[in-house]
């Protein structure tokens, strides 16, 4: 997976929007106002593309101890974010973008109900 397959998955689904709210290389999706992946795009850029994803805290710790690839990120609450190594190769294509729905859905599932009908108002991407 690369940056732009990144995006363009992210992007298609509903409320959506990417931002640079911390600094100028460190690309956010969140769905409404609510983080969901962060990609830091300096290692991207060198090769060592990772993204952080929102977790489900018991998730968290089977995947962690299933995988090399999934550990605990800085700067985030590592009982409900991980990181992903995806330029480890580890994790197929297929299962990144399960781990980005289910990382969209805990963010989605933490919503006020405002906020949730306020989503589901808005047209499909």
Same mark, same amino acid.
């Given at each position: 997976?690369?940056?732009?397959?990144?995006?363009?998955?992210?992007?298609?689904?509903?409320?959506?929007?990417?931002?640079?709210?911390?600094?100028?290389?460190?690309?956010?999706?969140?769905?409404? $106002?609510?983080?969901? #992946?962060? +990609?830091?795009?300096?290692?991207?850029? !060198?090769?060592?593309? %990772? /993204?952080?994803?929102?977790?489900?805290?018991?998730?968290?710790?089977?995947?962690?101890? $299933?995988?090399?690839? #999934?550990? +605990?990120?800085?700067?985030?609450?590592? !009982?409900?974010?991980? %990181? /992903?190594?995806?330029?480890?190769?580890?994790?197929?294509?297929?299962?990144?973008?399960?781990?980005?729905?289910?990382?969209?859905?805990?963010?989605?599932?933490?919503?006020?109900?405002?906020?949730?009908?306020?989503?589901?108002?808005?047209?499909?991407?």
């Amino acid at each position: 997976m690369n940056i732009e397959q990144l995006r363009i998955y992210c992007l298609s689904k509903k409320g959506v929007s990417e931002s640079f709210p911390f600094d100028e290389s460190t690309l956010v999706f969140k769905v409404l $106002t609510k983080m969901f #992946v962060l +990609a830091p795009l300096k290692l991207w850029d !060198k090769g060592e593309a %990772t /993204i952080t994803l929102k977790c489900d805290p018991e998730y968290t710790i089977e995947l962690r101890e $299933t995988y090399k690839s #999934v550990y +605990a990120g800085p700067y985030v609450s590592n !009982k409900h974010w991980n %990181t /992903i190594s995806i330029y480890k190769g580890e994790l197929k294509p297929q299962f990144i973008k399960a781990l980005i729905d289910h990382s969209y859905d805990m963010v989605v599932k933490g919503m006020t109900k405002k906020l949730r009908e306020q989503l589901h108002s808005l047209p499909d991407s």
